[in-house]
């Protein structure tokens, strides 16, 4: 599968964005997909992640009750709806992908061996 990541831009603090991660091939429904940023000067962290059937989630501290991660397996297609961003939310967004044998989701960069070209959010304060 291969990975196309959009969605990103400048917006101001309290604004919001969602972004989407398009995948070829026709299997996409076996992969689980995670999202992930990197900041400039840091390392790369874990931000949410989906299973496979889109029925298991899993989000960082920094971002639960703002950020919402979501799957269309008919579009191949997963989404990161960002509410109340912050400026501490700028950063170079990847999603991730890696086949699943179950429905699990996971959270590490290690776990993942698919990875989008990555796409830029900007929050100004």
């Known amino acids: 599968v291969q990975l196309q990541a959009s969605g990103g831009g400048l917006v101001q603090a309290g604004g919001s964005l969602r972004l989407s991660c398009a995948a070829s091939g026709r299997t996409f429904s076996y992969y689980a997909m995670g999202w992930f940023r990197q900041a400039p000067g840091k390392e790369r962290e874990f931000v949410a992640s989906?299973?496979?059937?889109?029925?298991?989630?899993d989000y960082a501290d920094s971002v639960k009750g703002r950020f919402t991660i979501s799957r269309d397996n008919a579009k191949n297609t997963v989404y990161l709806q960002m509410l109340s961003l912050k400026p501490e939310d700028t950063a170079v967004y990847y999603c991730?992908?890696?086949?699943?044998?179950?429905?699990?989701?996971?959270?590490?960069?290690?776990?993942?061996?698919?990875w989008g070209q990555g796409t830029l959010v900007t929050v100004s304060s």
């Open positions: 991730a992908a890696r086949l699943a044998g179950s429905d699990s989701y996971y959270t590490a960069t290690v776990d993942y061996n698919k």
């Open positions: 989906i299973s496979r059937s889109g029925g298991k989630t």
